[in-house]
């Protein structure tokens, strides 16, 4: 389960490797890795298009 922290201007989530989207794994948005977890950064204003983002 990924946890969600709402920050001002985004909202920073920490993943293991397969809760990452497509477009987290390709590092289309600001990822780092700490051990077995991935910090992910999803900006306000990024565009979030559903459609690429689904998992497969």
């Known amino acids: 389960m990924a946890v969600r922290i709402k ?3 985004g909202t920073l989530k920490m ?3 397969r809760e990452l989207r497509v477009r987290e794994r390709e590092r289309r948005v600001p990822v780092m890795k700490m051990g077995s977890l991935y910090f992910v950064w999803w ?3 990024q565009p ?3 459609p690429q983002d689904s998992r497969h």
Do not use: D, R
Request: no cysteine.
């Open 7 to 9: 920050l001002p201007g």
């Open 43 to 45: 900006s306000n204003s």
């Open 48 to 50: 979030h298009n559903k």
């Open 15 to 17: 993943k293991v490797y």
